[in-house]
């Protein structure tokens, strides 16, 4: 029969080798990937769309017009990582943006005007974006895109309004 091992403090260097120690732990966890908002989408619903160009200081004709427009957008998002490409288009006007995670961009509030936006993760499956106007003052805006199941929750946010869109895979 074998001699039980010895005592730790007793084994040459290169016993660890031969005799493990009964518990190793594993390997770290790797960082959770990046929730996938690529694909083309389509908006099932929205709320406050009117209440937020209001508040942006859109005229009641514009406003007309941009809600009639924006009633049945086409998004399409690329994602690699935390590298966006996203196009919104409309009948009246199309937008596009490129921008990574934790880099600021430029980019257009919801009423057109230049802003200086920067977009990070909330939790694992939320982007949040403050964007901070180029010139001049206006209220503060902001918005969020959230993965809930097989939905896109879109947020818009001017001062305390918040506009609400819910979009489902093409």
């Given amino acids: 029969s074998r001699a039980p091992p010895r ?65 049945k957008p086409h998004v399409e998002i690329r994602q690699d990582g935390d590298r966006f490409y996203i196009k919104t288009s409309t009948t009246v006007r199309t937008t596009e943006i490129s921008f990574k995670v934790g880099e600021s961009f430029d980019e257009e509030t919801v009423d057109g005007r230049k802003c200086r936006s920067l977009a990070t993760w909330e939790n694992e499956n939320k982007l949040y974006c403050k964007q901070t106007l180029l010139d001049g003052q206006g209220p503060k805006t902001y918005w969020t895109r959230e993965l809930a199941g097989d939905e896109l929750i879109l947020t818009f946010g001017a001062d305390d309004v918040v506009c609400t869109r819910i979009y489902t895979r093409e």
């Avoid at 732990?25 to 083309?40: E, Q």
């Fill in 7 to 71: 005592p730790a403090w007793r084994r040459p260097r290169y016993a660890s080798l031969l005799f493990p120690p009964p518990h190793r732990p594993g390997p770290a966890s790797p960082p959770p990937a990046a929730p996938h908002f690529g694909g083309t989408w389509k908006m099932k619903s929205s709320e406050n769309f009117d209440e937020l160009l209001k508040v942006l200081g859109v005229n009641a004709m514009l406003r007309k017009v941009a809600v009639a427009a924006a009633s």
